[in-house]
């Protein structure tokens, strides 16, 4: 595999943009991405691109014929939440193979207040399972996942509140964010109950947003900047056989396979990570991923929290870009976006929140289902 | 001429892995699922496979029975419209090596407990909707012993 470096990313500020289609906020990041790499699409050999609820809409076909149909290769992604981070790793291997040398992933979602994921489906009603044998939306599912570890270590709710805190006061100092207000601990404590041990304040919201990554050869990427981020490791993991899964969504194990990939193709352990930005959907998951990530021992994540090791300034900073609790989470744009914050870092251009002296930086999403990619930065 | 008779109504499980008797409610509902002969692996409803181990040719079709205990729970306040709640959303591991997704009853979702953990469980089924054809819906049910 040859070196693969990020030379241009963006970001479109996640919110709600009623006024626009889908193709127009993924070309608007698409065209932001390729001036920041100070090239056009003209100079793009492959584009991969991640939407989840339009993934039979052809939106990476629809984005070209937007800002420049040059009738290269074009890959439409879905993997669940993972879709955006699965597109930036077709991109990379695209180019870390050999077949390309300049390749684009944009990621975009449009989900407007589409209100509780899986709490559609088709079919008849009669025979829908949810509140009548149990539960399988996601804020019962992650809710699930938290209570599991309160039942191994004796975590409570009042630590995987902290997490919703943090991220939110993190949140507040990034511009992009679909959210920049602190939710002090009592506002999370007291917030009504979406599925406990979880709170309003500790699920994600719904949002529009995209995101693109401009990926090149070294050799290429010389020509464009001075300050080429490069791809340490692109891993992507499936869930193996687990005795609960699928009747309980086993998110752990194939997030720890991943980040042993990562670690390994990176040649770096989790103390040397300087910054991660990791899934946290849910207060509760981000709670599992420190344990899951080698962030601190088994068993230790509540504890993590409350040292305030995970703020920007402490151990190690996760979700300074306010996660997604704070930033928002925009399916396909998610995968994507994270990336696009660890390379702002990497390159000193992250304002008032940036991770000082961030050398290297760990992206790590998941996908219920499941689907789980780390992507290692270093500069 | 062949007179025509009323479809006759059915009594349908909610989920495959539900089975009804044709005697039901006078013989209860169970839970049924494939036991890998290779490598021991219990899953709910048919399968093509063993999803542990691969095996293709050696499974086998077991019955599982109605009791277990509580691995792990959430409460669910804000649902689907038209559904009371909130309600516990729990994981169920059977005494015969399965979990079931399941609503549990006997516990105050208002009060989530730690205590909750390892409470010993028995299935019982109810209708709980008609389809489309007018068809009665079961769907299995646990509530907490004493």
Redesign the interface.
């Known amino acids: 595999m040859r070196d693969v470096a990020v030379v241009g990313v963006h970001m479109l500020k996640f919110g709600r943009y009623p006024d626009k289609d889908v193709v127009q906020l993924a070309s608007e990041t698409t065209i932001a991405a390729l001036k920041d790499a100070g090239c056009s699409i003209n100079d793009i050999e492959l584009v991969a691109s991640g939407n989840l609820y339009q993934s039979n809409a052809m939106i990476g076909q629809r984005v070209m014929k937007e800002i420049g149909a040059t009738g290269i290769p074009v890959i439409n992604v879905a993997n669940a939440c993972a879709t955006g981070s699965t597109a930036f790793r077709e991109a990379y291997y695209s180019v870390a193979s050999g077949a390309y040398d300049t390749a684009l992933a944009v990621g975009s979602e449009q989900m407007g207040k589409m209100g509780?994921l899986g709490?559609g489906g088709g079919g008849?009603?009669?025979?829908?399972?949810?509140?009548?044998?149990?539960?399988?939306?996601m804020?019962?599912?992650f809710?699930?996942?938290g209570?599991?570890h309160?039942?191994k270590y004796?975590t409570t709710q009042e630590q995987i509140a902290k997490i919703a805190v943090k991220n939110h006061e993190h949140g507040v100092l990034n511009p992009n964010a679909q959210y920049r207000k602190e939710t002090p601990l009592e506002d999370v404590l007291n917030a009504?109950?979406?599925?406990?041990?979880n709170t309003l304040y500790m699920c994600c919201p719904t949002g529009d947003g995209a995101s693109a990554a401009v990926l090149m050869s070294a050799e290429k990427a010389k020509k464009y900047t001075s300050k080429p981020v490069w791809v340490a490791a692109s891993i992507l993991t499936s869930d193996p056989?687990q005795?609960?899964n699928p009747?309980?969504f086993d998110i752990n194990t194939v997030t720890r396979n991943a980040a042993k990939q990562a670690y390994d193709t990176a040649g770096i352990g989790p103390e040397d990570l300087d910054m991660v930005e990791l899934h946290d959907c849910f207060a509760t998951a981000e709670l599992l991923h420190y344990e899951n990530l080698g962030l601190c021992a088994d068993g230790e994540a509540g504890k993590l929290i409350d040292d305030k090791e995970t703020y920007n300034g402490g151990k190690i900073p996760v979700n300074v870009s306010g996660g997604l609790l704070s930033k928002g989470h925009p399916l396909g744009a998610t995968g994507v976006a994270n990336i696009t914050e660890i390379v702002w870092h990497l390159r000193e251009e992250a304002g008032d929140r940036q991770v000082k002296g961030a050398k290297t930086g760990l992206a790590h999403v998941i996908g219920l289902g499941s689907a789980c990619t780390i992507n290692v930065l270093k500069r | 001429m062949a007179q025509e008779t009323a479809t006759e109504k059915k009594t349908n499980p909610i989920v495959k892995f539900l089975r009804i008797p044709d005697k039901y409610p006078d013989e209860a509902a169970y839970f049924w699922g494939m036991q890998c002969g290779a490598c021991d692996a219990k899953f709910l409803g048919a399968r093509l496979a063993c999803g542990k181990c691969g095996e293709t040719d050696k499974l086998s079709e077991v019955k599982f029975g109605d009791e277990g205990e509580i691995y792990v729970f959430s409460v669910v306040h804000q649902t689907v419209p038209g559904l009371e709640a909130p309600y516990v959303g729990a994981i169920i591991d059977l005494d015969d090596g399965v979990s079931i997704r399941a609503n549990v009853y006997g516990l105050d979702p208002e009060k989530p407990d730690t205590s909750w953990f390892g409470k010993r469980v028995k299935m019982f089924t109810e209708v709980t909707a008609q389809d489309r054809d007018g068809n009665d819906v079961v769907a299995a049910k646990f509530r907490v012993q004493e």
């Open positions: 509780l709490a008849d009603r009669a025979y829908s399972t949810e509140g009548i044998m149990g539960t399988g939306l804020p019962g599912v809710g699930q996942a209570v599991e309160m039942r004796g009504r109950v979406i599925a406990w041990p056989y005795e609960r009747t309980m």
